[in-house]
């Protein structure tokens, strides 16, 4: 089967153009790797269960799509994506995945360890069709070790991998990070590792990637402090440890995040704030002082920061050199300028089984001053089985009978 026959759009300046990914994961992780993959070209088939497919269909905070299967989990990361529907437990279905196989770049899945080897469908089963394909396996802890078998969602790695022990501050700790930091992390792990084996001078290969390794090798300095200066990790929550004043501050309207992380820093917002004393009390003479003093210091600066909106303030300490920006909601920053002027959003007009237009993230990266992006909106559940299938060489009445036994 011709790559982009399915769906139409892929880009040929893309830097994936021409790499075929089947995409057998649920929910968040998984989804998330191919969504990266899909906007950066590659052609992404879904390969989903009869009749309920991706559980995320069924997630989100809007009930009404959640019923339509096109629940807005769903739909956040599966843009530009194919569907195909196969029951990998029938023996046909199984045989349609191999032939697939034998056509694709890149295969992933988030299943439990083991379970693509027991439905007969494990590496080195697919490997026999295609030596050169890219097995990515996305699990919780690992294929191996005691925890493999355990289930894994989110909020159980964030627990597990310390993420929680640190997040909050001495009197909210442990909290859970407000978004589904692991899943995320974890395909952003999966996406850059796949990209990699795809650059290797032989291809095909097994990978291995575990949402705990992800989420603690994203901690370095929390995880370097304790391996290599003793330090037991700690909640700080809004304060920056390795410096102050760098932390969250209360103005007129609401908190200002403000990182002066360098003595000429401090002296410059001292300056601003109109308090030029703080620079030659001894309190705060150097890094360390500061640190030690972080909340004395930071009662005198929001004496003044009080007096002023948080963004007034932000405009004019970045403009003197010290990093600052008012805390902003999700919805103020999408609407700002900043995001709304680098094409960060595309709308869809006609999302199968919708009547109302959707805005869908992009990914955060341009290439040569363009947002890599997919063409066609997030499928349908099974919404290009035939067509597959046909290119795969199934003909009409072999399809139908396919469908009508609830293989496809």
């Not at 899909?38 to 809007?62: M, P, Q």
């Not at 027991?118 to 699990?139: D, K, V």
């Not at 978004?179 to 990209?195: E, Q, W």
């Not at 237009?357 to 290009?384: C, F, K, N």
Request: aromatic fraction near 4%; hydrophobic fraction near 40%; charged fraction near 20%.
């Amino acid at each position: 089967m011709a790559i982009d026959a399915v769906r139409p759009g892929i880009a040929r300046s893309t830097p994936l153009h021409g790499i075929r990914v089947l995409d057998l994961t649920n929910v968040l992780a998984g989804p998330f790797a191919c969504h990266q993959l899909a906007h950066l070209g590659a052609e992404v088939i879904k390969v989903e269960t009869v009749g309920s497919g991706d559980l995320a269909r069924n997630l989100g905070a809007d009930p009404d799509l959640s019923a339509r299967g096109m629940g807005i989990s769903f739909l956040a990361q599966n843009a530009g994506k194919a569907s195909l529907t196969l029951n990998l437990k029938d023996t046909r279905g199984k045989t349609a995945l191999k032939r697939l196989v034998a056509s694709a770049d890149v295969l992933v899945e988030n299943f439990r360890p083991g379970v693509m080897q027991r439905l007969g469908l494990g590496y080195e089963t697919l490997r026999a069709e295609n030596p050169a394909l890219i097995y990515c396996a996305i699990s919780g802890f690992g294929q191996d070790g005691p925890w493999a078998d355990r289930p894994a969602y989110d909020q159980i790695v964030q627990g597990v991998s310390g993420v929680m022990s640190i997040t909050g501050d001495a009197a909210s700790a442990p909290l859970r990070v407000g978004y589904p930091l692991a899943d995320t992390v974890g395909g952003l792990t999966a996406a850059m590792a796949i990209s990699a084996a795809l650059n290797a001078e032989t291809r095909g290969g097994f990978i291995d990637v575990s949402m705990l390794e992800s989420v603690l090798s994203s901690m370095g300095w929390v995880v370097s402090n304790h391996l290599i200066g003793g330090v037991d990790p700690a909640p700080q929550g809004n304060e920056n440890p390795t410096s102050a004043p760098s932390g969250t501050f209360q103005c007129a309207d609401g908190l200002i995040n403000i990182a002066a992380n360098k003595d000429e820093q401090f002296v410059a917002l001292a300056d601003h704030l109109g308090r030029p004393d703080l620079v030659a009390s001894p309190e705060y003479a150097t890094r360390e002082d500061r640190k030690r003093n972080r909340l004395r210091l930071k009662a005198e600066l929001e004496t003044v920061l009080t007096t002023r909106p948080a963004r007034d303030w932000a405009q004019d300490l970045n403009a003197i050199g010290v990093p600052a920006g008012a805390v902003m909601s999700v919805p103020e920053i999408l609407a700002h300028p900043q995001v709304r002027n680098r094409d960060f959003l595309a709308r869809f007009d006609d999302t199968p089984g919708l009547d109302r237009p959707i805005e869908l993230m992009r990914i955060g990266a341009m290439i040569d001053g363009v947002r890599p992006s997919v063409a066609t909106p997030p499928p349908a559940l099974g919404q290009d089985s035939t067509a597959i299938l046909s290119a795969l060489g199934y003909g009409t009445d072999e399809i139908a009978t396919l469908r009508a036994e609830g293989v496809i």
